[in-house]
């Protein structure tokens, strides 16, 4: 009976190390600059200052169209809020009258 012995090699030993280190290369990359890596994440912080300062702006822009609507309810109707909507829509002033429209009451 024979046998065969091998004999171990230095290669042979660095396979399983090298396999291992590249795959923890791999990941690491991607960690630092992948879509949800560390360089994303400040774009990803700045894109959403950004979005919520236009849903702030967004909000305020609401509640005051919010607060011109309550005041055209029917138990709460003021003289002023009917008298300007009637000037608008009529597009009528009186000869002594100075009008002044100003875009952001639509």
Do not use: C, W
Not at 12 to 27: D, E, Q
């Amino acid at each position: 009976m024979r046998t065969i012995q091998k004999r171990p090699t230095q290669i042979g030993r660095l396979i399983v190390p090298a396999i291992t280190a590249s795959f923890l290369a791999y990941f690491a990359i991607h960690a630092q600059s992948g879509k949800y890596g560390l360089e994303a994440r400040a774009s990803l912080t700045r894109e959403l200052a950004v979005r919520t300062a236009h849903l702030d702006e967004l909000t305020r822009e609401r509640e005051a169209l919010e607060r011109r609507v309550q005041l055209l309810h029917d138990g709460t109707l003021e003289r002023d809020m009917i008298d300007e909507r009637a000037r608008r829509s009529l597009n009528v002033a009186m000869e002594d009258e100075i009008v002044i429209l100003r875009d952001d009451f639509r």
